[in-house]
């Protein structure tokens, strides 16, 4: 194992209310124009900074069939979020004094002594990092092709024997269902009643989250967002089925909205002890493994990510139909979570996305001008060569391309010269430093176009859109 490191990294910059909302205010449009551009059938996404929430929006349809709006409040199976919710678990239960985290697997669950099973010397801590070197999934495991229906207990423990040690202990980080799903079997044993009752009480309610739970509730049936295929191997997208996960409820069950992922979320904020103290919250967030291949690393049961300078945790989930992240900072008191409800789903590129706009708004250190001025320029405006976003972040104007997957990359810098004309300060590539973008406003002060960015005219997106095709009026999801 790697050496732990000590408490999370300090936050990025100030992160005032004022940036978040700047941030928050332009997000909901990017991520609507990320979702029609990537053709993906809905996106439900909040942004959450301090003590609530500063987005929460929906684009796109929940079912593809029948056109039903997605809703912030549909439901997505959030797949391996459920194991936050199971290291949580493991963690309050140590600070009950129920057990430890070097606690051997074996002791907890004896069953594994009569399989013969090498995980029996395996500790808590092994299989809470993935460090335990545990199969995957089992070596049969098209139950996530939904060929056949998830492992019940009986077979989760027949995954248990001589094979399910595919690597020496302590070896390297090692992904696995099967060792979140045994620790979901420890939480029932240190409890005293089942997982799924455990987590429900303890971390769901005592949040009052009402839109989470920790397997398919047929009871809310109508209440989930449809989940799809993905178009790189079919022209057509094909609804998914939402299926109980079983045993493996530890590890992929839960469910929940983008709003509710959030608020747990915060609970994980330091200084924030409605589900743990800051000792415990500190042995989850410490990194255990570099994730080859990545810049990230994993800690107890979250992942942890970098986002430019800022030190991020979370997880994803992904679920035959449903692909989800959540990302947040303990120190800067910042979490974002993104539910896509298809197997290709972008989550984690929009998720990453939305913290860099954030933290593009935080960098300001001044506004420019008037709030009332900066506005009359925002919007979304296209030519032939492509779209140009204006938005306001952090109290300044920045022209973005939302068509690229990281919208900060090719932020340029605008400054007001007159009630009708930008200045662009700075701008990456071969941009067009020092010239000016010129706007006609209409007698509702709508943009009627702009010139500028190279000496090109651009108009609203609607209207230019509009005018290609000749045919009526082309309402685009994301246009101002």
């Known amino acids: 194992m790697s050496d732990l490191r000590p408490d999370p990294a300090p936050p990025v910059g100030p992160l005032t209310p004022a940036a978040v909302a700047s941030a928050a205010a332009y997000a909901g449009s990017w991520l609507a124009f990320r979702r029609h551009l990537l053709r993906v059938p809905g996106v439900q996404a909040a942004l959450w900074h301090e003590d609530g929430l500063a987005l929460s929006t929906a684009s796109g349809v929940a079912d593809l069939a029948d056109g039903t709006p997605l809703r912030t409040d549909h439901l997505f199976r959030i797949a391996s979020h459920s194991k936050t919710f199971t290291a949580t678990a493991i963690l309050q239960l140590r600070e009950a004094g129920r057990l430890r ?40 495991a098209d139950f996530w092709q939904l060929a056949r229906p998830f492992p019940d207990e009986a077979e989760l423990r027949a995954l248990c024997g001589p094979g399910s040690a595919v690597l020496p202990v302590q070896e390297r980080f090692k992904y696995s269902n099967v060792a979140y799903s045994l620790l979901g079997l420890v939480v029932a044993a240190a409890a005293g009643e089942p997982y799924n009752d455990y ?65 747990y979320a915060s609970a994980h904020f330091l200084g924030d002890e409605r589900l743990l103290s800051d000792d415990a919250k500190r042995r989850m967030q410490r990194d255990q493994w570099a994730v080859e291949g990545t810049d990230g690393a994993y800690g107890l049961g979250l992942a942890v990510q970098p986002v430019g300078d800022r030190r991020m945790l979370g997880h994803g989930g992904g679920y035959p139909g449903h692909i989800t992240r959540t990302l947040f900072d303990p120190v800067g008191r910042l979490a974002v979570s993104v539910f896509t409800n298809a197997i290709d789903g972008p989550a984690a590129e929009l998720a990453t996305g939305l913290v860099r706009l954030v933290d593009l708004a935080a960098a300001q250190d001044a506004p420019d001008g008037a709030a ?40 340029t810098e605008l400054r007001v ?61 994301g246009a101002d």
């Open 101 to 140: 985290l070097d606690d051997a697997l074996g002791g907890w669950l004896s069953f594994l002594a009569g399989l013969d099973s090498p995980l029996a010397d395996r500790t808590l801590a092994d299989l809470l990092g993935h460090g335990g070197g545990v199969v995957r999934d089992g070596y049969d």
């Open 199 to 263: 987590v429900a009480r303890e971390i769901v309610q005592r949040l009052g989250l009402t839109r989470t739970g920790p397997e398919l509730d047929p009871a809310r049936a109508g209440e989930y967002a449809a989940g799809y295929t993905a178009l790189s191997y079919a022209d057509e997208r094909l609804p998914i089925e939402h299926v109980d996960t079983r045993a493996m409820s530890a590890a992929t069950g839960f469910y929940g909205t983008a709003e509710d992922v959030c608020r």
């Open 372 to 411: 009332e001025t900066r506005a009359r320029f925002c919007g979304r405006y296209a030519s032939l060569w492509g779209v140009l976003d204006v938005a306001d972040l952090g109290g300044r104007l920045f022209g973005l391309d939302p068509t690229v997957a990281e919208p900060t990359e090719r932020a």
């Open 417 to 477: 010269e007159d009630d009708r004309t930008l200045r662009i300060v700075s701008t990456p590539g071969y941009g067009a430093p020092g010239e000016s973008l010129v706007f006609a406003f209409g007698v509702d002060g709508g943009v009627l176009s702009l010139q500028g960015n190279g000496g090109q005219t651009y108009r609203p997106l609607e209207e230019y859109a509009a005018s290609l095709s000749g045919l009526e009026r082309v309402a685009l999801p």
